[in-house]
């Protein structure tokens, strides 16, 4: 593509450092965050910046699931029952994509909005996310859940899925405070490990949906991962040193401004 002839690669590899230190320091922000860098940082089309970005959200979240897994920090009861809705949901989306061929000017448009709209959902649970999880403490004994409530977490993955393969957000920020709520007693970092665990086969199937329609540049990808895997490697080293209101407070400010530098396109 041009722009990465025009000498631009540097900043593709710089954001993807910055959003893989991020990832590395709160566990947020690789479909939050780089799909708006892609958009508006870069100037790729949404539905380019989509299929590249799921796929480089998946090969980031593999790359942590294997720790969560084996500190058993996964719960694989509520992995199955989110994955049977979330893959369902996310085949539908890709489905339509690929059979209606919807005008790509007008599901830029609609990506854009819906995904302004996922961001700003973000930062709000991102925010709120310690204030939820000390009042569903409260709200019953602490320990680990004895079943599943299988009704509404196909209901949550179902939703999740739809969300993911439309804008590439959701299975972070929202997956996680979703679960707080259903599970009140699951400890954080279960929660956190489960929701991540998920987001691997959801997130790869919608980047190899978007990939097998030519929407996924490979060069791109590439310079993301040159960058995400040091910053990676260095926030989850430095992640005990930063308070953690700190890290909240500054994530849910990017992440409403990545939803403002997307809406504000589309006001001239």
Known sequence: MEFLHSGAWPIIVFGGFAVGFLVGLTGV????????????????????????????ASIT??????????????????VRWLAMGSLPGAVVVLGWIYLAQPDLHVLAAIIR???????????????AYPLLR???????????????????????????????ALTSVGAGAIGVVALTMLYHSLSARRLVGTDIVHAI????????????MGNVDLKILGFLLLGSVPGIALGSRITGLV??????????????WAAYSLLNPMRH
């Open 134 to 164: 000390r009042l569903a403490a409260s709200a019953i004994d602490a320990g680990e859940p004895t079943h599943v409530r299988q009704g509404p977490t196909l209901i949550l993955g179902l939703v999740l899925g739809v969300l993911v």
């Open 29 to 56: 922000g690789a479909g939050s965050l780089m799909t708006p860098f892609l958009i508006s940082g870069i100037g790729i089309s949404p539905v380019l910046a989509v299929g590249t970005d799921l796929l480089f």
């Open 113 to 127: 909005q819906v995904l302004a709209f996922a961001l700003v959902v973000s930062a709000l649970c991102v925010a």
């Open 243 to 256: 308070p953690d209101w700190v890290l909240r407070i500054t994530l849910a400010l990017v992440l409403f």
């Open 201 to 212: 086969p959801l997130t790869f199937l919608a980047g190899a949906s978007h990939f097998g």
């Open 61 to 78: 979240k593999a790359s942590a699931a294997w720790r969560h897994h084996s500190l058993g920090n996964v719960n694989w009861s509520i």
